[in-house]
């Protein structure tokens, strides 16, 4: 299996901030790299796939980067809204796995 | 705009078989080359993929429920089911059905059920 590992677990910022998040793989991925926000209560919410491509909808303050095993999530401009926790999750090759969780709380 | 919903029992007593449907609505479960997953997220912790299905019928299970596990489709009601049998407590959480979002299996998820508490206990 390949092991995804994101990190901070968790960060404190303030609305207006530009926040980024990593995401490891085990292995190389290849780009294989989708990032999901989920709020609580909530299902998750798919941001990005293909590592970097916007899903339709999603705004543009949230971009992604990476290649190999190495990854990155970043918002630009943190939103009140934007506060939640992330996950990556690589499609690279079966079983799919998803890192632990990235939460974004108010500072 | 394609939704998803789950559907099943809430409550599961130990070493019995977890059962839920997804039923599928503004699109067909059969067009576009797309599979279906379950996905499972104990309270509190991180996304655990279980498997999916296939288009074609055909499935592919995660190594670590895999001898527990059976998902299937029903084109004719539009709908895919899980069945997790043996349940313990650790078999406790949300589970979510989604849709993956590029063809052929083996993608990201797009489209997402808002998810069913399943507890296991006596």
């Known amino acids: ?107 | 705009q394609l939704q998803l919903q789950e559907s099943g029992s809430g409550l599961v007593k130990p070493s019995q078989t977890l059962s839920l449907t997804c039923a599928v609505s503004g699109g067909s479960i059969s067009s576009g080359g797309y599979s279906w997953s379950w996905i499972r997220q104990p309270p509190g912790k991180g996304l655990e993929w279980i498997g999916y299905i296939y288009h074609s019928g055909s499935t592919y299970y995660n190594p670590s429920l895999k001898s527990r596990v059976t998902i299937s489709v029903d084109r004719s009601k539009n709908q895919f089911s899980l069945k997790l049998s043996s349940v313990t407590a650790a078999d406790t959480a949300v589970y979510y059905c989604a849709r993956e979002g590029g063809s052929g299996g083996r993608s990201w998820f797009d489209y997402w059920g808002q998810g069913t508490l399943v507890t296991v206990s006596s």
Do not use: H
């Open chain 1, 1 to 107: 299996d390949i092991q995804m590992t994101q990190s901070p677990s968790s960060l404190s910022a303030s609305v207006g901030d530009r926040v980024t998040i990593t995401c490891r793989a085990s292995q190389g991925i290849s780009n294989s790299l989708a990032w999901y926000q989920q709020k609580p209560g909530k299902a998750p919410k798919l941001l990005l796939y293909a590592a970097s491509r916007l899903e339709s909808g999603v705004p543009s303050r949230f971009s992604g980067s990476g290649s190999g095993t190495d990854y990155t999530l970043t918002i630009s401009s943190l939103q009140p809204e934007d506060f939640a926790t992330y996950y990556c999750q690589q499609y690279y090759s079966t079983p799919l796995t998803f890192g632990q969780g990235t939460k974004v709380e108010i500072k």
